[in-house]
């Protein structure tokens, strides 16, 4: 079967840390660039991480620049989101994306022509 499926969210206090995974189930995830977007209750999904097919750049919302670290690890064909610092307006559902042979990225983007996305996995930062 062809999917993405996150995983790793969860409840986490301000200040503390969590670490998303995007695995692949069918294709290779290094073939695909990778977005991470969230949504809010009541709010738009927004862009809040990329990477290129091969992991040759990342970009960041502004939003989450200096405290998450997108990254791939091929041999387990995931994507990690590792957020750190993490705010109460860091809640959201969190939801991958995969493009097939894209070599730039951007957060500004809808996700519309990704191949594939995972069902979401919800972040509640709160104390």
């Known amino acids: 079967q062809l999917q993405i499926v996150e995983s790793g969210g969860g409840l986490v206090q301000p200040g503390g840390s969590l670490r998303l995974s995007c695995e692949a189930s069918g294709f290779t995830l290094d073939y695909y660039a990778i977005y991470w977007f969230r949504q809010a209750p009541g709010k738009e999904r927004e862009g809040v991480s990329c990477?290129?097919?091969?992991?040759?750049?990342?970009n960041y919302a502004d939003s989450v620049k200096g405290r998450f670290t997108i990254s791939r690890d091929n041999a387990k064909n995931t994507v990690y989101l590792q957020m750190n610092s993490l705010k109460p307006e860091d809640t959201a559902v969190y939801y991958c994306?995969?493009?097939?042979?894209?070599?730039?990225?951007?957060?500004?983007?809808?996700?519309?022509?990704?191949?594939?996305w995972g069902q979401g996995t919800q972040v509640t930062v709160s104390s």
């Open positions: 990477i290129t097919t091969g992991g040759r750049r990342a």
């Open positions: 994306a995969a493009q097939h042979a894209k070599y730039y990225c951007s957060v500004l983007e809808s996700g519309y022509e990704s191949d594939y």
